[in-house]
T-cell receptor, first 115, second 112 residues
Framework: GAGVSQSPSNKVTEKGKDVELRCDPI?????LYWYRQSLGQGLEFLIYFQGNSAPDKSGLPSDRFSAERTGGSVSTLTIQRTQQEDSAVYLC?????????????FGAGSRLTVL | SQQGEEDPQALSIQEGENATMNCSYKTSINNLQWYRQNSGRGLVHLILIRSNEREKHSGRLRVTLDTSKKSSSLLITASRAADTASYFCAPRDGGSQGNLIFGKGTKLSVKP
């Protein structure tokens, strides 16, 4: 597509429920990034996918968080047994990855509220 | 991957004034990128400066890079209320691949 698409744009869930957030990167972009931003804070890196390489999961805050990228395109970030501190905006970005300056294009984000 | 540190954390100016934000980093880079974020949503890429460049312009934006001091600055000239946003720098390590880590940003407020 023309841009990075994220869904849902807003999600309200109850503590303890699982949530899935979806990211559709720009077609042809081999690199995909997930970040988290709590209210008034900077961006916290979560996970990075590059082509067929093993993802860099070093930013995932706990084993309740996982992400996959199927077919080198769409990515899903899953948060199990959500906690109130998981409330944040989850941002996805993609870039060309292997060449060029690797400028990131961001989606509009998914705002998660855990009650 | 390394994180850039923006300074100041917050900046408040009047419309028409210039705004200068700084970024420091720790190790050698391939390039350094500046992004803007409005209203807590997605970031937008503003400008990229390569390690062999010292200055770059884009409209009212001017970015400088001093690799000896491991620092960069973003200057917005003749600021407008619409420039109100958070600004982030992101140093890209050598090889231009790999992760991109963002700092806490500079929150700019331009008052009409």
């Amino acid at each position: 597509g023309a841009g990075v698409s994220q869904s849902p744009s807003n999600k309200v869930t109850e503590k303890g429920k699982d949530v899935e957030l979806r990211c559709d990167p720009i077609s042809g972009h081999t690199a995909l990034y997930w970040y988290r931003q709590s209210l008034g804070q900077g961006l916290e890196f979560l996970i990075y996918f590059q082509g067929n390489s093993a993802p860099d999961k070093s930013g995932l805050p706990s084993d309740r968080f996982s992400a996959e990228r199927t077919g080198g395109s769409v990515s899903t970030l899953t948060i199990q047994r959500t906690q109130q501190e998981d409330s944040a905006v989850y941002l996805c970005a993609s870039s060309q990855g292997l060449s060029g300056a690797n400028v990131l294009t961001f989606g509009a984000g998914s705002r998660l509220t855990v009650l | 991957s390394q994180q850039g540190e923006e300074d100041p954390q917050a900046l408040s100016i009047q419309e028409g004034e210039n705004a200068t934000m700084n970024c420091s980093y720790k190790t050698s880079i391939n390039n350094l990128q500046w992004y803007r974020q409005n209203s807590g949503r997605g970031l937008v890429h503003l400008i990229l400066i390569r390690s062999n460049e010292r200055e770059k312009h884009s409209g009212r934006l001017r970015v400088t890079l001093d690799t000896s001091k491991k620092s960069s600055s973003l200057l917005i000239t003749a600021s407008r209320a619409a420039d109100t946003a958070s600004y982030f720098c992101a140093p890209r390590d050598g090889g231009s691949q790999g992760n991109l880590i963002f700092g806490k940003g500079t929150k700019l407020s331009v008052k009409p």
